[in-house]
Every structure is written in C-alpha cells, then in structure tokens.
C-alpha cells in the first residue's frame, strides 16, 4: 500500500488519541517511516512504544519529519504548533492537519515555506485501522492551504491512500468547508437535530 510520494520521506505523527494511534499504525504498515511525537509526561507514550513505534518529544520527532500530521485536540493545537512544532519544521516540510478548525479559524502560524494541507479521515480511529486491517478503504477529504512549492495537495492525496483511504473516496474541499461541515454535523445534527427529532 506505500505510496510513491511518501517514499523516502519520514512522517511525524503529532499526538496518540483515537486517531493518532490509527493513522499512525496504518502509515507504518504501509510500509511509511513513521515516528510519534508526543509531550514528555504523555500518558500515551507506553501505548505507543508497546506497539514498536519510534517515540519522540514533539520537537525531535518534528525536525526529524518531512511530513508532520497534527493530531492533536483542536483546543491545544495553537499552543502546540507555537512551542513545539512551528520553529522546528524542516524548510520544504510539510503539516499536516486531521480537521480543518486550527487553520480555518486562524489558530496556527507557520514559516511561509511550509506546505500546509488536510487529510480528513471520515470516522473514529477504530474504523479507520480497522478498515485499514481489513483493506476496505474509507472515505476522506483532503485539502491544501499553503502551497510553496505546488504539490502540497499530491501530498495530502499520498497520506490519505498511506492511511488506508479508499481511492476513489477521496474528495478534495478546502478547511473552510470540511471545519464548517463538521461542525454542522456534530452540533447541529447529532447534538441537537437528531435529538429533537
């Protein structure tokens, strides 16, 4: 399942919650050098190493990167981005997101030569290595925000077939409306349209 754009290029995945652990796990076993970055004190960090994954603090595992997969809850990601990811990305790297809301709300700042992009996995991580595992495919949506040097939506294409998504279920949108949409689904539909219904 390597993909030929990852080729030769190592992923840092940022985070080792639901989705982090999945996409993680799926990168490697496609046969992607993939290395998780996560705080020192993270309660995680066993999990993650149980597994044979390289660990790392952010920073390490970040500078080590070509790629970098943000993972972690929207809330945190400002402060993350800003103390441990941003002034460590190699010139040409490139960050990724899982959801659109640090970048569509204007949460991140990032050097101009760094290609920003999304690869938006349509379900928990559970689903995602379990549809991996099983070679179903799934959907996901994929995006590029900042662009330096014009190929930072293959990229995202090649991290989302890395993951396990379905080939032809990969739909290109933009942050704003993958961050909107979502919000939409979860707060209006699930948590108040579905109820009242």
Do not use: W
Not at 106 to 119: E, K, N, T, W, Y
Not at 182 to 187: K, M
């Amino acid at each position: 399942m390597a993909n030929h754009t990852l080729e030769n290029k190592r992923v840092a995945v940022i985070g080792f919650g639901s989705q982090g652990r999945a996409q993680a796990l799926n990168l490697r076993d496609s046969g992607t050098d993939v290395i998780v970055g996560l705080r020192p004190d993270s309660t995680s960090r066993a999990d993650a190493q149980a597994t044979g994954l390289a660990v790392a603090d952010i920073p390490d595992a970040v500078a080590a990167a070509d790629v970098v997969m943000s993972l972690i809850s929207d809330d945190r990601q400002r402060d993350v981005i800003a103390d441990s990811i941003a002034g460590h990305l190699k010139p040409g790297a490139y960050l990724g997101f899982g959801h659109g809301y640090a970048v569509r709300f204007g949460d991140i700042s990032v050097p101009g030569g760094v290609g920003i992009f999304l690869a938006a996995p349509r379900g928990p991580g559970r689903l995602i290595r379990r549809q991996y595992q099983q070679r179903q495919g799934f959907v996901c949506s994929i995006a590029a925000g900042q662009d330096p040097s014009g190929d930072t939506l293959q990229t995202a294409r090649a991290y989302a077939l890395a993951i396990g998504a379905a080939p032809t279920a990969i739909f290109e949108t933009t942050f704003q409306q993958e961050c909107e949409a979502d919000l939409f689904g979860e707060q209006a539909v699930l948590c108040g349209g579905l109820v009242e219904l």
